[in-house]
């Protein structure tokens, strides 16, 4: 994808993450620039590990911000000890303490499944609340937009995909001219 820069992301991700493009648009036919805030982390995809504005995408002057949103409170339990509670998290206004608190006992978002799960071997994770990826739009005038939504996936480079898939429909929403497609291209 000639079109994309990437800023802030490893080689490997930035495989990752145009693969996700592909499966949703095809190719990328116009500039697109993509600047991750936070540094992603292997195997640490879901939202739960991150807190507020993580990317934006840049194209046409306007700008999507990705943002880990929502609070988490938790309650980390090891089994091996009878259900002792090891660690409590409430983490709120998007500062991504729970990433950061939980990472010395679960390091991959399969592992971090399993104990929200109760299918870890050694941990189980009680938890209220959580995080999603949300986005946002500024228009080239700098106005932020009253329009986001809801990101469906949890995985990072998946929930870009569909900004992608919903970057034409958000132009038109806020105004702007694009003779950006995803129906032409999967045409």
Not at 32 to 56: C, N
Not at 58 to 77: M, P, S, T
Request: proline share 3%.
């Amino acid at each position: 994808m000639e079109n994309l820069t990437c800023k802030g992301l490893s080689a490997a991700h930035r495989r990752m993450l145009i693969k996700c493009i592909a499966e949703e648009i095809g190719s990328i036919p116009e500039p697109v620039e993509i600047e991750f805030m936070e540094h992603i982390r292997r195997k640490q995809y879901s939202s739960l590990w991150y807190g507020g504005q993580v990317a934006v995408i840049r194209v046409h002057g306007c700008v999507f911000e990705i943002h880990a949103l929502g609070d988490v409170y938790a309650w980390l339990y090891d089994k091996s000890d009878h259900d002792r509670e090891l660690l409590y998290v409430k983490d709120k206004n998007n500062s991504g303490r729970f990433g950061s608190d939980i990472e010395p006992y679960l390091k991959t978002d399969r592992a971090l499944v399993a104990a929200i799960c109760r299918k870890h071997n050694r941990y189980w994770i009680d938890m209220e609340h959580n995080n999603w990826w949300e986005c946002f739009v500024r228009t080239p005038d700098g106005e932020r937009h009253d329009l986001m939504w809801v990101l469906d996936s949890d995985h990072i480079f998946a929930a870009i995909g569909e900004v992608f898939y919903n970057m034409e429909q958000v132009l038109f929403d806020v105004g702007l001219e694009s003779g950006y497609s995803p129906e032409e291209e999967s045409k």
